[in-house]
């Protein structure tokens, strides 16, 4: 069974130390591959964009002066189509203008190596903590998470940053909530995965934490305005807006989203019954965060399932987002030997696998099977991770709905008490 072979390695420090290898070995691997490739040597002169070189395009207009223009879709294809030298897929840009004033110092570099800083350093960060997290678990856990990472380092994502500042707020929180307050205030980057973290600071009423992350969105917000002026936020709103048409359009590559809107669009539900789907999810996976915290877990427990519902939230959610799924899992897998039986363990694991392999998997067979000038995303492709995902919350509320259910008496208890 494959929790009992996973949480086997625990229990020997050689099999720990031969699975760390092994995966450190191959992540080291893929990010100096990977360098080469966006650095477009060898034989990668006439590669397509992939993620991190839309991090660079922007990056790049932070010291232009004309920042608000990535937020408009038709003049960043153009500036995509001139970086890729001709015909390239289009890339939407909707982060926060906080997140384009952190990729700014990139521009000074060239995209192979800024890449390699970036993708080196976050990962590095999001290792060091999760192992703080995860400690004997580590192992096993970085075996479960590695399609996710594999992913997250081929694309060049923020998945790795994402899910280190989550972590830090959940070592943080307890001893260090002005901490804990500052890396949930950096999440300003992606607020849609940080939504279920600050229902469960709210529920258990961490208040400095709240004050701290709201303190730094407002005091990163009015730098952003005295930086980029007032356009930059009608700029970004409008960019929100319309990347709203291209999802409810298919327009993005669902195969690769984790959200239960893509795989019930996917499925052939209609657009607006599909985001009925994915409010409904969100809705469920709130509600387990507060079950988590309002009786019957462990702290420990209960954020750790914020942390894992937090990918669950938004329509738009991706793969590389799932090292944040990591941290959660880290946080709940002491309880879980005592809470779910192995066989629940190990639709839990597959689950995760699951969801982070489908989408390297379709990437890799459609950049085979698609010829290079063709849309991948234009290829009807099912997006199965959101499904994994789903069946993963329903297993966690059943295990936290047996959790709160008080235990049934003994014949003995119940003859005494008549």
């Known amino acids: 069974m494959l929790a009992e072979t996973l949480e086997g390695v625990r229990l020997s420090p050689s099999k720990r130390a031969t699975y760390l290898r092994l995966v450190l070995a191959a992540l080291a691997a893929i990010v100096a591959f990977k360098t080469f490739w966006f650095a477009r040597w060898g034989g990668w002169t006439d590669r397509k964009l992939a993620d991190f070189d839309a991090f660079h395009i922007v990056a790049q207009r932070v010291w232009r002066g004309d920042l608000d223009q990535v937020y408009h879709f038709e003049a960043l294809l153009k500036m995509q189509m001139e970086a890729a030298g001709g015909a390239t897929g289009f890339m939407p840009w909707t982060y926060p203008p906080q997140y384009d004033l952190l990729l700014a110092p990139f521009a000074l570099l060239p995209v192979g190596l800024a890449y390699l800083l970036f993708t080196a350093a976050t990962l590095a960060l999001y290792l ?10 580590f192992a096993p856990v970085l075996v479960i998470l590695f399609p996710a990472l594999a992913i997250t380092i081929g694309a060049g994502q923020n998945g790795f940053l994402t899910g280190a500042l989550i972590a830090l707020v959940c ?11 500052l890396a949930l205030g950096a999440m300003v980057i992606k607020p849609h995965l ?3 973290v600050g229902v469960y600071l709210l529920a ?11 303190a730094v969105v407002l005091a990163s917000s009015l730098l952003c305005t ?3 002026g ?4 009608t700029a970004w709103l409008g960019a929100i807006r319309e990347s709203a048409s ?3 359009q298919g327009s993005y590559p669902l195969y690769r989203m984790i959200s239960a809107y893509a795989a019930l669009y996917e499925a052939g539900l209609p657009a607006n019954i599909a985001f009925w789907g994915q409010v409904t999810v969100a809705g469920l996976a709130l509600l387990a965060v507060l079950i988590g915290t309002a009786r019957g877990t462990s702290s420990r427990f209960a954020l750790g399932i914020a942390v894992t519902v937090s990918v669950m939230i938004s329509p738009y959610a991706y793969d590389y987002d799932l090292p944040m799924l990591g941290i959660g899992l880290a946080l709940i897998l002491p309880d879980l030997a ?4 192995p066989r629940e363990r190990s639709w839990m694991y597959g689950l995760i696998l699951l969801a982070g392999a489908y989408g390297l998997l379709q990437s890799a067979r459609l950049a085979v099977q698609v010829e290079q000038t063709a849309d991948p995303s234009r290829h009807f492709t099912p997006a199965i991770g959101g499904f994994a995902l789903m069946a993963l919350l329903f297993l966690l509320l059943g295990l936290l709905w047996r959790r709160t259910q008080p235990a049934p008496a003994s014949p003995q208890a119940a003859q005494h008490h008549v």
Do not use: H
Not at 172 to 178: A, D, H, M, T, Y
Not at 204 to 214: G, H, I, P, S
């Open 171 to 181: 070592l943080s929180v307890e001893r260090r909530p002005l901490l804990a307050g």
């Open 204 to 214: 258990t009423r961490r208040w400095v934490a709240l004050a701290t992350a709201a």
């Open 338 to 341: 005592t809470l779910a039986s």
């Open 226 to 228: 005295l930086l980029f």
């Open 194 to 196: 940080a939504i279920a």
């Open 230 to 233: 007032w356009q930059i936020w």
């Open 246 to 248: 291209y999802l409810e």
């Open 128 to 137: 060091a903590v999760l192992r703080k997290i995860a400690d004997v678990n």
